[in-house]
């Protein structure tokens, strides 16, 4: 079975930066897209970022040059840098996989979330 594990979140003060890890565990033979949501409480689950295959990127207007998403395809891992942090990225971040091939194929798998906090 596989599953994403996700690591670094954390209380930050704003302007400061942290470093989200998402790795995907089980056997696998590629995953197609990787990437972030984020859901701030009483809103809606946003696309943070997405890193395709073969490395092109896509950042929702609001994190554009400040977060940067990068992948590491032979080890099944997606990180997120995240600088500048303000308190409106204050949210819930999940790890997302889409197109996962393996002994089982998997449309769309999701991590269990991880918290950050950017407060003063």
């Known amino acids: 079975q596989v599953q994403l594990v996700e690591s670094g979140g954390g209380l930050v003060q704003p302007g400061g930066s942290l470093r989200l890890s998402c790795a995907a565990s089980?056997?696998?033979?590629?995953?197609?897209?990787m990437g972030w949501y984020r859901q701030a409480p009483g809103k809606q689950r946003e696309l943070v970022a997405v890193?395709?295959?073969?490395?092109?990127?896509s950042y929702a207007p609001s994190v554009k040059g400040r977060f940067t998403i990068s992948r590491d395809n032979a080890k099944n891992t997606v990180w997120l840098q995240m600088d500048s942090l303000r308190p409106a990225d204050t949210a819930m971040y999940y790890c997302?996989?889409?197109?996962?091939?393996?002994?089982?194929?998997?449309?769309?798998?999701w991590g269990q979330g991880t918290l950050v906090t950017v407060s003063s």
């Open positions: 997302n996989a889409q197109g996962v091939t393996g002994p089982i194929q998997y449309l769309e798998l």
């Open positions: 089980g056997r696998i033979f590629s995953i197609n897209d």
């Open positions: 890193i395709r295959r073969g490395g092109s990127t």
